[in-house]
């Protein structure tokens, strides 16, 4: 099943890439592997993917003990402050910073580690009330804030978009967190260039390839419905 999903998946991004005339290269498919046995990830690794996205520290030490491959994990979920340290030397990039708290945690824990943390700020594009993140009016603040801590690199954006039907409902938040990282780009923040924007999952990647993603978030359409116990 991942084999054949995998095919469909990369086909869309290929399609998707083509119809917003860029690279492929330019877009790194995340493998959201949250709730799934590594058995699964084996198979996606089989085709070719090393990059996988977790939600949860303990999940990703756990499976990090069975698959020692050189793989590149993902953290893209809400993160606890007292689960920062466990993260150091674990992941790639944390997608989730979504409070200044949050981050001068990263800061700490990570500089006594003599360790640099590569994150992304999350913004609530479309302001619900049940997600985190920031509002986009608050990102800049937030940015300059966070560009004062030598251990936090900030790479960029990441967004989860509302649950829609038409992936064409979510293209102005996509559109509007470009946007937002082009602004904040140009205030010409000290220490501050940020090229990454994580954003599109299962139901709307596509949209977000033309959009400008360049991490695109993917479980569902990799692994399968999640049953959660
Ligand atoms: C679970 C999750 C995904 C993947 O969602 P699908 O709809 O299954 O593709 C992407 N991003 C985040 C932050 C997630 O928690």
Avoid at 70 to 79: D, E
Avoid at 80 to 97: E, M
Avoid at 170 to 188: A, E, G, Q, W
């Amino acid at each position: 099943m991942v084999t054949e999903n995998l095919k469909q998946v990369e086909e869309r991004i290929r399609r998707a890439c083509e119809r917003a005339g860029r690279k492929r290269k330019d877009v790194t498919l995340i493998a959201v592997s949250k709730t799934k046995p590594v058995e699964m990830m084996r198979e996606a690794m089989e085709s070719g993917i090393v990059t996988f996205g977790e939600n949860k520290v303990q999940e990703i030490v756990n499976k990090q003990k069975i698959l020692t491959e050189p793989l590149q994990w993902h953290m893209i979920g809400h993160l606890q402050r007292n689960k920062v340290r466990s993260l150091a030397g674990r992941v790639v990039r944390i997608h989730s910073v979504d409070s200044l708290r949050l981050a001068e945690q990263i800061q700490s824990d990570f500089a006594r580690l003599g360790e640099t943390a590569d994150i992304l700020i999350e913004v609530n594009v479309a302001g619900e009330e049940s997600k985190y993140g920031f509002r986009p009016e608050e990102t800049e603040e937030a940015v300059r804030k966070m560009a004062l801590l030598p251990n936090v690199r900030i790479r960029g954006l990441m967004t989860i978009a509302p649950y829609v039907e038409d992936p064409e409902e979510n293209r102005v938040h996509f559109r509007n967190l470009r946007k937002l990282l082009v602004d904040i780009n140009n205030k010409n923040i000290d220490n501050i260039s940020m090229d990454e924007l994580s954003m599109g999952m299962t139901g709307d990647y596509e949209t977000a390839i033309e959009e400008g993603a360049t991490w695109i978030r993917v479980g569902t359409g990799i692994f399968g419905s999640r049953i959660y116990l």
